[in-house]
């Protein structure tokens, strides 16, 4: 199974801030690679899917970047709803292993 | 609108059963992968099955092989999966996703609001 190492595993961040979340696959996975935000109670929600394209409807501060074994997930300016979870997923074979999250919580 | 809702979680006895179901709407459904996503309390997301578009395909988490399966009819637009000899471990929400595509390998773009599922005695 490839596992999907991220970090931090949380932060802390203030309004406005620029936040960077890394995923690192265990082995090459092209561009395979997925952002999810996820809400306590919510349906998680996909962000970001090949590494870099940013899902219908999702705010244009989400970035993601990288390909191979190393990505980031940017949030430009943070604001008051991202708080919540985020994921990293490869979907470049079953099983479609997640990252641990990282948990952004605003200061 | 894309729309998916599971039900069936509830209260189950280790080595019991219960079968949770998704119906999914305001898509084709037979032209896309489906999968159920789980996350225990105080962890993280974990795939748990996924099976293709036309149902040829299917996979399972180790942690569950042997004793899930999962399940797609077409003709009610809805995904099951069948969870057999549960164990406490099993406690967890599961959710239903629907893929981006029609192979197992791929995103899931839209989520249900899941369903709890508690293994107690």
């Known amino acids: 199974d490839i596992q999907m190492t991220q970090s931090p595993s949380s932060l802390s961040a203030s309004v406005g801030d620029r936040v960077t979340i890394t995923c690192r696959a265990s082995?090459?996975?092209?561009?395979?690679l997925n952002w999810y935000q996820h809400k306590s109670g919510k349906a998680p929600k996909v962000l970001i899917y090949?590494?870099?394209t940013l899902q219908s409807g999702v705010p244009s501060r989400f970035s993601g970047s990288g390909s191979g074994t190393d990505f980031t997930l940017t949030i430009s300016s943070l604001q008051a709803e991202d708080f919540a979870t985020y994921y990293c997923?490869?979907?470049?074979?079953?099983?479609?292993?997640f990252g641990g999250g990282t948990k952004v919580e605003i200061k | 609108e894309v729309q998916l809702l599971e039900s069936g979680g509830g209260l189950a006895q280790p080595g019991g059963s219960l079968r949770l179901s998704c119906a999914a709407s305001?898509?084709?459904?037979?032209?896309?992968?489906m999968s159920w996503v789980r996350q225990a309390p105080g962890k993280g997301l974990e795939w748990v099955s996924g099976?293709?578009?036309?149902?040829?395909?299917?996979y399972y988490a180790e942690s569950v092989k042997g004793r899930f399966t999962i399940s797609r009819d077409k003709s009610k637009n809805t995904l099951y999966l069948q969870m057999n000899s549960l164990r406490a471990e099993d406690t967890a929400i599961y959710y239903c996703?629907?893929?981006?595509?029609?192979?197992?390998?791929?995103?899931?773009?839209?989520w249900g609001q899941g369903t709890l599922v508690t293994v107690s005695s």
């Open positions: 996703g629907k893929g981006r595509v029609a192979v197992l390998a791929t995103p899931v773009d839209y």
């Open positions: 305001g898509f084709i459904f037979s032209n896309y992968a």
């Open positions: 099976i293709s578009a036309g149902g040829g395909t299917t």
């Open positions: 082995q090459n996975i092209s561009s395979y």
């Open positions: 090949a590494a870099s």
């Open positions: 997923q490869q979907s470049y074979s079953t099983p479609l292993t």
